[in-house]
């Protein structure tokens, strides 16, 4: 069976996290139509569970497709418990992370709130290593559920919020993204820490933010921005040496003896004789090797067996004669040893 589907340059992950710059306006026109997309789903009763900006493709037109229904799950029944094992970690609602199985949208809804809160500062916004760890991050900037008059004790995980004093820190620690008010008032209804209380897609797109149209953006036509490209110049040194040297402009370089667990150091003349007689590697790049100083010659002992250093060296570690055997007894002549041993055989 061969699945089609229709390519799409870029995702979400990678403009973000390039140097794509992100107006307001331009914000705006992503949010409306991942707004609308996510109403749409919620309006037959179907959970994404995975919305994160990997899985917002976004063409060239500025046009975004949700993917990645893997996780997807129509919860019809609110009394049924769902599994916890949902949704990326930094994108993972408090609910989730306390451990109430019941859940419903407002999942996607958090998870459209970090996603909105990525594209103002280009940043993650609860970076956290592990549940535990996650859940602090996001109380210490959107307040305990104690603040909002969230009632937790019945969750198996409500003792994380206990002995805990935190308040709703969002306006301030994102203030230097200089957006509208409007903006921020949005973005604080879809992170609130008490589902029951965060706002819900169709109320979203009904919000006074979305009275004005917001602007596409101008995406470059060849280059595909995706989480994979973004990661990858990331990852690339800027500066420093190079992460592989050239084998041919070292000097002396370590080669390892097969012979013994010593290190000769040959010159570079004989090491390209010896390299001659392996089996042809990489001309240009091979793996790092460290610098030697220019030794014209250096004498390494070849190895020497056990019964040699037991034999002749002994105890005292000094070189004595070996004794020589002779079958011919002292006290008998050569005609005496000549016919002993033809008696013998």
Same mark, same amino acid.
């Given at each position: 069976?061969?699945?089609?589907?229709?390519?799409?340059?870029?995702?979400?992950?990678?403009?973000?996290?390039?140097?794509?710059?992100?107006?307001?306006?331009?914000?705006?026109?992503?949010?409306?139509?991942?707004?609308?997309?996510?109403?749409?789903?919620?309006?037959?009763?179907?959970?994404?569970?995975?919305?994160?900006?990997?899985?917002?493709?976004?063409?060239?037109?500025?046009?975004?497709?949700?993917?990645?229904?893997?996780?997807?799950?129509?919860?019809?029944?609110?009394?049924?418990?769902?599994?916890?094992?949902?949704?990326?970690?930094?994108?993972?609602?408090?609910?989730?992370?306390?451990?109430?199985?019941?859940?419903?949208?407002?999942?996607?809804?958090?998870?459209?709130?970090?996603?909105?809160?990525?594209?103002?500062?280009?940043?993650?916004?609860?970076?956290?290593?592990?549940?535990?760890?996650?859940?602090?991050?996001?109380?210490?900037?959107?307040?305990?559920?104690?603040?909002?008059?969230?009632?937790?004790?019945?969750?198996?995980?409500?003792?994380?919020?206990?002995?805990?004093?935190?308040?709703?820190?969002?306006?301030?620690?994102?203030?230097?993204?200089?957006?509208?008010?409007?903006?921020?008032?949005?973005?604080?209804?879809?992170?609130?820490?008490?589902?029951?209380?965060?706002?819900?897609?169709?109320?979203?797109?009904?919000?006074?933010?979305?009275?004005?149209?917001?602007?596409?953006?101008?995406?470059?036509?060849?280059?595909?921005?995706?989480?994979?490209?973004?990661?990858?110049?990331?990852?690339?040194?800027?500066?420093?040496?190079?992460?592989?040297?050239?084998?041919?402009?070292?000097?002396?370089?370590?080669? @390892?003896?097969?012979?013994?667990? $010593?290190?000769? !150091?040959?010159? %570079?003349?004989? &090491? /390209?004789?010896?390299?001659?007689?392996? #089996? @042809?590697?990489?001309?240009?790049? $091979?793996?790092? !090797?460290?610098? %030697?100083?220019? &030794? /014209?010659?250096?004498?390494?002992?070849? #190895?020497?067996?056990?019964?040699?250093?037991?034999?002749?060296?002994?105890?005292?570690?000094?070189?004595?004669?070996?004794?020589?055997?002779?079958?011919?007894?002292?006290?008998?002549?050569?005609?005496?040893?000549?016919?002993?041993?033809?008696?013998?055989?």
């Amino acid at each position: 069976m061969h699945l089609v589907f229709e390519y799409v340059q870029h995702d979400l992950a990678g403009i973000i996290h390039s140097t794509t710059v992100i107006s307001e306006d331009h914000a705006r026109h992503i949010m409306k139509q991942l707004l609308h997309g996510v109403a749409l789903c919620h309006s037959i009763h179907v959970v994404h569970r995975d919305l994160k900006p990997a899985n917002v493709l976004v063409m060239n037109d500025s046009t975004i497709k949700i993917a990645d229904f893997g996780l997807a799950k129509q919860i019809l029944d609110r009394k049924q418990i769902q599994k916890l094992e949902v949704v990326t970690l930094w994108y993972r609602a408090p609910e989730v992370l306390l451990g109430d199985g019941l859940y419903g949208s407002a999942i996607d809804m958090w998870s459209v709130g970090c996603i909105m809160a990525e594209l103002m500062t280009k940043q993650y916004l609860f970076r956290g290593e592990n549940n535990d760890d996650q859940l602090e991050k996001i109380m210490m900037r959107c307040g305990t559920p104690q603040s909002v008059g969230w009632d937790t004790r019945h969750l198996p995980k409500h003792y994380r919020t206990m002995n805990k004093a935190y308040t709703n820190t969002l306006r301030r620690d994102l203030a230097s993204c200089m957006w509208s008010d409007k903006a921020f008032d949005l973005l604080e209804k879809l992170l609130s820490v008490s589902p029951s209380k965060r706002i819900s897609a169709h109320d979203a797109l009904h919000h006074e933010w979305f009275a004005k149209d917001g602007k596409p953006m101008v995406l470059p036509k060849v280059t595909c921005l995706n989480e994979k490209s973004c990661r990858k110049v990331q990852q690339q040194p800027v500066h420093g040496p190079p992460l592989y040297v050239p084998r041919l402009q070292q000097g002396p370089l370590l080669v @390892p003896n097969p012979h013994n667990r $010593d290190v000769r !150091v040959f010159s %570079q003349e004989q &090491f /390209e004789f010896s390299r001659r007689q392996q #089996p @042809p590697v990489n001309q240009h790049y $091979d793996r790092k !090797v460290e610098r %030697q100083p220019p &030794f /014209e010659r250096h004498i390494v002992p070849r #190895p020497v067996s056990h019964h040699y250093v037991n034999y002749h060296l002994g105890r005292s570690r000094q070189p004595v004669q070996p004794q020589i055997r002779t079958h011919k007894r002292p006290y008998e002549s050569e005609e005496e040893e000549r016919s002993r041993k033809r008696h013998k055989h």
